[in-house]
């Protein structure tokens, strides 16, 4: 698997590359190590650069030097929540496959959450800026399309259970990614927003 190309067809024509994922056999520690992991580096340098040396906005405070300690835990932030995140997400989807008459594969579960990851590991870049944060998200909410692309080929769901399988799985990630992302948070930044 080439990753770059992996993440260009996912991002601009995500119907053919599901299809073409589906024939892969790909085992889930290579989609993790291989494409997750390398792309969770691309938030994690954003986090670094944009809390070190650009700084940040505070509500009701305003504008707030940046420090490397400060840049630092942020990164480690944005590299372990996306990763353990789908993880979590992984195996709730997989664990709820028969409810929605799909076939359980923890493998394809993982391809499912992983690529459906893309656009906002992408645009974490934009955390060079902090307040364009926004605009990360909105690529988040992109993922969300691919994965309701992905549902019926990888999780093999029939037509008329994809859009509830979706709603559902999109909820699990949804929740997943800020459940941990406020457990990391809270490990990681002790001091509160403005501590170094």
């Known amino acids: 698997m080439n990753i770059v190309e992996r993440v260009k067809n996912i991002l601009f024509n995500p119907k053919n590359e599901w299809e ?10 290579k989609i993790v190590t291989g494409y997750l992991l390398i792309l969770a ?5 954003g986090n670094l650069i944009g809390y070190w040396l650009v700084g940040y906005r ?26 353990v995140a789908a993880f979590v997400a992984a195996f709730v989807i997989n664990l709820l496959a028969d409810s929605f008459g799909s076939q359980k594969d923890f493998r394809r579960a993982m391809q499912l959450v992983a690529y459906s ?25 992109y993922g969300l399309y691919i994965l309701y692309m992905g549902i019926k080929p990888m999780m093999k769901t029939p037509d008329n259970k994809v859009t509830g399988y979706f709603v559902v799985s999109l909820l699990v990630m949804i929740a997943a990614t800020i459940i941990i992302g406020v457990i990391f948070s809270t490990l990681f930044i002790s001091r509160g927003v403005i501590g170094y």
């Open 117 to 141: 990851y893309t656009p906002a590991l992408v645009a974490g870049i934009l955390m060079i800026i902090p307040s364009l944060s926004i605009l990360a998200t909105l690529a988040g909410i």
């Open 41 to 45: 580096i691309i938030p994690a340098i």
């Open 58 to 83: 505070v509500a009701f405070v305003g504008y707030v030097s940046g420090s490397f300690s400060y840049g630092i835990r942020q990164a480690i932030i944005g590299f372990i929540t996306p990763v």
């Open 20 to 29: 073409v994922i589906e024939k892969e056999d790909t085992p889930t520690e």
